[in-house]
Structure formats: structure tokens, C-alpha cells
T-cell receptor, first 112, second 114 residues
Framework: DADVTQTPRNRITKTGKRIMLECSQT?????MYWYRQDPGLGLRLIYY???????NKGEISDGYSVSRQAQAKFSLSLESAIPNQTALYFC???????????FGSGTRLTVV | GENVEQHPSTLSVQEGDSAVIKCTYS??????FPWYKQELGKRPQLIID?????GEKKDQRIAVTLNKTAKHFSLHITETQPEDSAVYFC?????????????FGTGTRLKVLA
């Protein structure tokens, strides 16, 4: 379960602040994803990356940006946090030969 | 756009009974259908998956069925136990730009009553 690590686990921040959520993995996977989980809405894709030079927007990318610093690291930033970005955020990785995702342990973000 | 609908949103069953969760998808190109279980406060974990060239797959008390014509797939849990209580997510995936991207359902909260 430590294969995909997210930091921080919990964070409370104020409206307008910039915040970065970090994800690192030891699985050697090229593909990494950021999802947001809200009650009743399931998991929605924010951004994804298939290798270090590849960044793609998901279905809800507005207000977010990402950086793929290395194969093992994929960071999500909120440039100016707003309360409706309060959610549980998951990073995930996948192997091109096996379709299943491995999720990180999540970051619970509260914007006040 | 692509969409996955999941029903019911909540499900309560008596221990030992069966539970069925259903999903429908809109993208006819979808060809991979995983199910994830998320226990309270934990990360989603893959429990079973099925590919479009197969109609049914079983793993002990868990099974998944797929009807490509109707574009729906279901998770079946038999002989439910309290530890089956969790939120279950279905997903559909189709090859896009050379790789797979999931669309998740909205989740089903399963409660197994002892």
C-alpha cells in the first residue's frame, strides 16, 4: 500500500491560497492520474499523464494545474483555492499492460 | 459525453443474502469494466474486472456480468458478510489516444446488517 504515497493526508487552507498536493510512486508506472471524490459524485478525473512529457486535462481541470516532475512524481496545484474545491483527492497509477489502477491513500482538503 | 450510471446509491442487505449493483455505460467503445471497493477512510481497491470479450467472471463470492448489447454490467456478491460493507464503484474504460481512461460511476454504499 505504500507504493503510491500522497502528501499531505489532510490540509485546511484559506480561500485564495495556493496549495500543492504531491504524489509519488514506486511502482514504476508511466501513467499517473489525479481524481477528486465528492459525496454522490463518485471519482472525477482532473488531470492525467502518460509520461513525463505528457499532460492531459480531465473532465474537471478548471482551477487546477499539474506538474510531472519525474516518472515517479505527479503534483496537483490549486493556484487560488476556493471552498468548492473542498474534497478528497486521490492520485492513481496504472500499468499499460494491466488496466487496474493503484490509488494513493488520499488527501482530504478543506478550503475555508 | 461519456457517462456511467450506477444504481442503487445505497443498498442494505442481511448478512448471508446476496447483493447486486448495476451500471450502464454510454460509450459503445468501452471494453474494460473494473469494480473498486472503498472501505471507510481508505483508498479504492480493485476487486474484480471484466473485459468485453467475456460475459461473466467469478472470484469466490464475487462475480461480474456484462451485457454488451444493452451496455450494462453488474456486480454480484453472494453470502454477504459484514466486512463487505463499503462503497463500491464501477467504471468503464475505452481505448483513447492509445491508452485507457476510466469513467467512474457515482458509487453504491453497501451495508451488510448482522
Amino acid at each position: 500500500d505504500a507504493d503510491v504515497t500522497q502528501t499531505p493526508r489532510n490540509r485546511i487552507t484559506k480561500t485564495g491560497k495556493r496549495i500543492m498536493l504531491e504524489c509519488s510512486q514506486t511502482k514504476g508506472h508511466d501513467r499517473m492520474y489525479w481524481y477528486r471524490q465528492d459525496p454522490g459524485l463518485g471519482l472525477r478525473l482532473i488531470y492525467y499523464s502518460f509520461d513525463v512529457k505528457d499532460i492531459n486535462k480531465g473532465e474537471i481541470s478548471d482551477g487546477y494545474s499539474v506538474s510531472r516532475q519525474a516518472q515517479a512524481k505527479f503534483s496537483l496545484s490549486l493556484e487560488s483555492a476556493i471552498p468548492n474545491q473542498t474534497a478528497l483527492y486521490f492520485c492513481a497509477t496504472s500499468d499499460p499492460d494491466r488496466h487496474g489502477y493503484t490509488f494513493g491513500s488520499g488527501t482530504r482538503l478543506t478550503v475555508v | 459525453g461519456e457517462n456511467v450510471e450506477q444504481h442503487p446509491s445505497t443498498l442494505s442487505v442481511q448478512e448471508g443474502d446476496s447483493a447486486v449493483i448495476k451500471c450502464t455505460y454510454s460509450d459503445s467503445a468501452s471494453n474494460y469494466f473494473p469494480w473498486y471497493k472503498q472501505e471507510l477512510g481508505k483508498r479504492p481497491q480493485l476487486i474484480i474486472d471484466i473485459r468485453s470479450n467475456v460475459g461473466e467472471k467469478k472470484d469466490q463470492r464475487i462475480a461480474v456480468t456484462l451485457n454488451k448489447t444493452a451496455k450494462h454490467f453488474s456486480l454480484h456478491i453472494t453470502e454477504t458478510q459484514p466486512e463487505d460493507s463499503a462503497v463500491y464503484f464501477c467504471a468503464a474504460s475505452a481505448m483513447s489516444s492509445g491508452t485507457y481512461k476510466y469513467i467512474f460511476g457515482t458509487g453504491t454504499r453497501l451495508k451488510v446488517l448482522a
